[in-house]
Nanobody, 124 residues
Framework: QVQLVESGGGLVQAGGSLRLSCAASGRTFSSYTIGWFRQAPGKEREFVAAISWVLGATSYGDSVKGRFTISRDNAKNTVNLQMNNLKPEDTAVYFC?????????????????WGQGTQVTVSS
C-alpha cells in the first residue's frame, strides 16, 4: 500500500509560482509512476504531469507544457511540481496519484493510489 500526501497549495496572483509536493509513505516509489492531476469545479479531472520514478521520463498535459516542471527527490521519497507563470485557469484541486508501472500515463483510471488533494487558487 502507498499513502500519498500533497502539500504546497495556496493562493497566488496570476504570473506567480507555487511548488507542490507529494510525499509517499508505506512503500517507496521504485518502479512506480507518479502523476499530478487537477480538477476544477464542474470540470472533469485533467492530467497535468507524470514522472517515471525509475526511468526519470516525464510527460505533461498540453495546457501546462513550458510552465510546469515535475521532478523527483530520491532522498525524501517525494515528487515535486513546480508551477510557474500561473494563470486563473490553473485554479483547481491538485491530486497526486501513483501507478504501479514504470511508464507514464495520462489516464487517471490507470492510477490506483490517490492523495486527498491540495487547493490551488490563482487570482487575476
Amino acid at each position: 500500500q502507498v499513502q500519498l500526501v500533497e502539500s504546497g497549495g495556496g493562493l497566488v496572483q496570476a504570473g506567480g509560482s507555487l511548488r507542490l509536493s507529494c510525499a509517499a509513505s508505506g512503500r517507496t516509489f521504485s518502479s512506480y509512476t507518479i502523476g499530478w492531476f487537477r480538477q476544477a469545479p464542474g470540470k472533469e479531472r485533467e492530467f497535468v504531469a507524470a514522472i517515471s520514478w525509475v526511468l526519470g521520463a516525464t510527460s505533461y498535459g498540453d495546457s501546462v507544457k513550458g510552465r510546469f516542471t515535475i521532478s523527483r527527490d530520491n532522498a525524501k521519497n517525494t515528487v515535486n511540481l513546480q508551477m510557474n507563470n500561473l494563470k486563473p485557469e490553473d485554479t483547481a484541486v491538485y491530486f497526486c496519484a501513483a501507478r504501479t508501472l514504470m511508464y507514464t500515463s495520462a489516464s487517471s483510471s490507470e492510477y490506483g493510489y490517490w492523495g486527498q488533494g491540495t487547493q490551488v487558487t490563482v487570482s487575476s
